[in-house]
């Protein structure tokens, strides 16, 4: 979060500007998702009985382990540059919970950029489309409510029922050279924040399986004409989080997906455009 006005502690307008302050997640208690029709379409098929067949269940500890050493390393770097590092506080992943139509269990709070959207001095918490994931925000609420007290905006967008009307009932995979199909409908504004990327007054939105047009809508709406949200469409079959096929990596210069951006939007004419190397996966290790 780069300096803003005195009277917040938070302000951020872009996904460049040099850390001061960062949230990293935890992955305490971290969980496979109850196992529900939003899921397929974002997940690789050969783990989708792996999923099924651990709803609710711990993931493997040695991957909770490595997950943690990992999140460890990262927050040693960033207060190693002089990045002030702040974390979610554990909830409890595999509390059942029920709302007046349907029962799950949590997940995790490990990636706080799905959860939280900061636009300017205004902290946005996402009405996300995962019923796994519908408790997640509490364990940043300590933190959110410390920064309201500092002076920064704080907005809950409207919590989603995630009935069955949410979902696509009848959805079905489109293969990789099909044409795009989304399992949330349009019943109600759902979105996650990794939807949408940051360049100043522009904001780039993607609609995913997390993501509709309800939803970027009551974003466009309620950041008013100050903003300008540019809603563009890449080539994957199964978008979910616009950061995995375009990053602005400062002014002037974006990294791609080259295979999901086949033509670089208008919006970054005169950009220097570099593609993302493909994944190295070393040998004995899983490829997804």
């Given at each position: 979060m780069s300096s803003g006005p005195a009277e917040s502690p938070v302000c951020s307008y872009t996904e460049w500007d040099p850390l001061e302050e960062v949230i990293v997640g935890i992955v305490d208690g971290a969980s496979f998702p109850t196992w529900h029709e939003a899921l397929p379409p974002v997940l690789p098929a050969d783990q989708h009985e792996t999923f099924r067949r651990n709803a609710g269940r711990p993931f493997p500890p040695?991957?909770?382990?490595?997950?943690?050493?990992?999140?460890?390393?990262?927050?040693?770097?960033?207060?190693?540059?002089?990045?002030?590092?702040?974390?979610?506080?554990a909830?409890?992943?595999?509390?059942?919970?029920?709302?007046?139509?349907?029962?799950?269990?949590?997940?995790?709070?490990?990636?706080?950029?799905?959860?939280?959207?900061?636009?300017?001095?205004?902290?946005?918490?996402?009405?996300?489309?995962?019923?796994?994931?519908?408790?997640?925000?509490?364990?940043?609420?300590p933190l959110l409510k410390e920064y309201f007290r500092g002076g920064a905006k704080w907005t809950a967008a409207p919590k989603p029922e995630l009935t069955d009307a949410q979902f696509d009932q009848d959805w079905t995979d489109p293969g990789e050279d099909?044409?795009?199909?989304?399992?949330?409908?349009?019943?109600?504004?759902?979105?996650?924040?990794?939807?949408?990327?940051?360049?100043?007054?522009?904001?780039?939105?993607?609609?995913?399986?997390?993501?509709?047009?309800?939803?970027?809508?009551?974003?466009?709406?309620?950041?008013?004409?100050?903003?300008?949200?540019?809603?563009?469409?890449?080539?994957?079959?199964?978008?979910?989080?616009?950061?995995?096929?375009?990053?602005?990596?400062?002014?002037?210069?974006?990294?791609?997906?080259?295979?999901?951006?086949?033509e670089v939007p208008g919006l970054f004419k005169g950009w220097d455009v570099q593609a993302a190397p493909a994944p190295v996966i070393p040998d004995g290790h899983p490829s997804t």
């Open positions: 040695e991957q909770v382990a490595a997950a943690r050493a990992e999140l460890e390393e990262l927050v040693h770097i960033l207060e190693g540059e002089g990045v002030r590092v702040r974390r979610p506080e909830i409890p992943q595999r509390t059942p919970y029920t709302t007046l139509d349907w029962t799950s269990t949590g997940m995790y709070a490990a990636m706080p950029r799905d959860a939280i959207l900061v636009v300017g001095d205004d902290i946005i918490e996402c009405p996300m489309a995962w019923r796994s994931r519908y408790y997640e925000n509490l364990a940043y609420r099909g044409p795009q199909r989304l399992v949330v409908t349009e019943f109600e504004p759902t979105f996650d924040a990794a939807d949408f990327t940051r360049c100043g007054r522009d904001i780039i939105a993607q609609k995913s399986n997390v993501t509709n047009d309800f939803g970027i809508e009551w974003l466009r709406r309620h950041l008013g004409d100050a903003y300008r949200i540019h809603v563009f469409e890449f080539n994957d079959p199964h978008p979910m989080h616009i950061d995995a096929t375009l990053v602005p990596m400062a002014p002037g210069k974006l990294l791609v997906h080259p295979e999901r951006v086949t």
